[in-house]
């Protein structure tokens, strides 16, 4: 199956899924939300990619974080807020962009999750909040 990452707010699809005491899967209906990297059985993958519902390659687009991180092209100021408000807002860089662009840094995640969740109306992407935590949270064990 391949896989895609969501870039529409949700996107529907359905999986095969064995039933004890029958010989043929079942199907089973799932949601990926935006931002969510999943993998699509073959036929919901093609009607996806026909509605433009996945983000493109990676690997063919150079992630805007790495060049320019931010708005306008400068460089993303961890210490301003609105900011990094705008940056989600108006760039809508994908979870990954946000999340590489805490580069690592616990102090960087927790400015990108505030961010996040303003920018969101208080509902940050799952695929955004969870590594970015986790970068909190492994920051404080060690």
Avoid at 17 to 43: C, M, N, W, Y
Avoid at 92 to 114: I, M, N, Q, S
Avoid at 121 to 137: A, H, I, M, W, Y
């Amino acid at each position: 199956m391949p896989r895609a990452t969501i870039r529409i707010a949700q996107f529907l699809y359905r999986v095969p899924v064995e039933v004890s005491g029958q010989d043929k899967p079942r199907l089973s209906v799932r949601h990926a939300f935006r931002g969510e990297t999943v993998e699509i059985p073959d036929k919901d993958y093609e009607r996806g990619l026909k509605a433009r519902a996945f983000v493109e390659d990676e690997e063919e687009q150079p992630s805007p974080v790495e060049e320019t991180a931010g708005t306008g092209g400068e460089e993303l100021d961890f210490s301003n807020h609105e900011q990094l408000v705008a940056w989600i807002k108006d760039d809508k860089p994908t979870a990954h962009e946000v999340v590489d662009a805490a580069d690592g840094d616990p102090t960087r995640a927790e400015a990108l999750l505030r961010a996040e969740e303003e920018a969101s109306g208080g509902q940050p992407r799952k695929s955004v909040e969870e590594p970015l935590r986790k970068l909190q949270t492994d920051e404080e064990e060690e």
